[in-house]
C-alpha cells in the first residue's frame, strides 16, 4: 500500500508500477518543438497514468491545465523545485495552471492552524514560485479553505464513495480522524474543479508515486460523474456505453451526433446494450472520443469531467542519501538557505567517489550515486556541455571530489543568489496570483 502522508523507502520501481498498473514515461514522444528538461530526460519523471490526451493537447496547441499542489508545513527545497520546473515546462504550451495550498489537509493530518498555514504557504512556497519565474498568465493559486467550489466539490463527490473502499485505498483504521478521512476528497475536488472552471478538458498533475492513491480515486471519481463510457470491449471492439437509464435513447442519438463530427461513420447503435459499436475505431481513438463525449456532457448541463493524467517523479536523494525532507535540514538544500550554510551542507554531502584520491584516479567515480552531480545537473548548471565535461571528467578519474565539490558550491552559491535577487524583485506579484476564492 502506498501511504500519501508518510514516507517509505521505494527500492523497487519497476515492480509499484507493475502493481499499480503505472505506464512508463517516455520523455522521447514529447514535442520537438520545446527543449525538453533535464528532468524528463533523466528519467527523474519516469512513470504516467493517462497522459495520452495530455500529450496529444500537446502536440495540436490544444488546451490542457495542469494542477498541482503545496503542503505548507516545512520549508521549500531543491526537490520541490522540481515540480516547478515541470509546471513551467507545461506552461511553454500553453497549460493553465492552478496550484492549490492543501491547508485544509495540512490542518487534518499535521495539524497545522490555517493562518500558520498561510504564512508558511506564502514566504516558503509562492515567493520561491515567482523568484523561480513560473509564468504568471493562465496562473492561480488558492487556498483550499478558501475556494467553495473544491469544497462543495468535495462534499458532492462523497457520494460516489464508501468507507470500504477509503480504508482499502488509505489503510485508515477506527482512530482515523473524520477530517483526515475527508482530506482525499478535498484533493479530489481541487483536481477535477478546473473542469468545472474551464469546461471538460484534460488536467495533468505532476506528482511523487507516493501520491498515486489519490490519482487512483481521482479518476474513480470522475468516472463515476460521467454519462458516456468510450471503451474496448472484452473482444476487441471499440464502443461508447451510455452509463444512465434514463433518455438512453435520446443518449445514443446525441452521441451519435458526436461521433459522427468527428470523422466515425460506421456506428451501429444497439440501445438494448445502451451501446454504439464503432467498427472503424481502434484504442488509440478513445482518447479523441472520450474528449468529444464529455464536450456532449458539459453542453448538456453535466460535468463531464475527463479522468485527471499524472507524471509520477522519483523520490530525490538527499545530500546524506536518505530522501530529502523539509523536517531534516541536513538532507536538503533550501531555497532560502543562506549561502554559507548551503555550502556546508553541500560539502558534507555524500558522493559516488572511491575511498581514496588513488582508488578515484584509476577507477572514476559514480555519478549516478552522487548528490552532488544531482545538484549540479538538475538545479544549478545549466550548461549540457558543461555538464556532460563534468560527469566523463568524474567517470574516468580525472576529476576528484574535493576539488568537484568547491566547484559545486560556485555554482550553488550563484544559484541561491539569484533566487534571493529574484524573490525580493517579484515578490510584490503575491497579491496578484493569490485568487481571493
Ligand atoms: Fe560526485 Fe564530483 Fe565526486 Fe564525481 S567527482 S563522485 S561528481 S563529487
Redesign the pocket.
Known sequence: MLDPWTYAEIEDYGRLMEEFGIERFLASELPGTVEVPRLFKQGIVFGQRGFGPVLSRMRMGQPFAVMSGLMPSGRMHLGHKMVIDQIKYFQRFGAKVFIGVADLESYATRNMPLAKAREIAVESYIKNYLALDIGLEGLEVYFQSTRSVVKDLAFALGRKVNLSTMRSIYGFGDQTNLAHLHAPLIQAGDILHPQLKLGPMPVVVPVGVDQDPHMRLCRDLSASTRIYNPTVTSDGKVGVFVKVDENVRDLISRAEGVLREIGFLDLRPIPDYKAIYVDSATPGDIPTMDSALAELEHRMGHPGMMAPASTYHLFIRGLTGEKMSSSKPETAIFLDDDIEEASSKLKKAL???RDTAEEQRKLG???NK?S??ETMLFHTVTDDKEISR?EQD?RTGS???GQ??KE?VSHLGSFLRDIKEKRSQREHLVNDIISPD
Do not use: M, S
Open positions: 558522493t559516488g567517489g567515480g559514480n555519478p552522487c552532488v552531480f563534468i568524474c576529476r576528484l571530489c568537484c565539490k559545486a
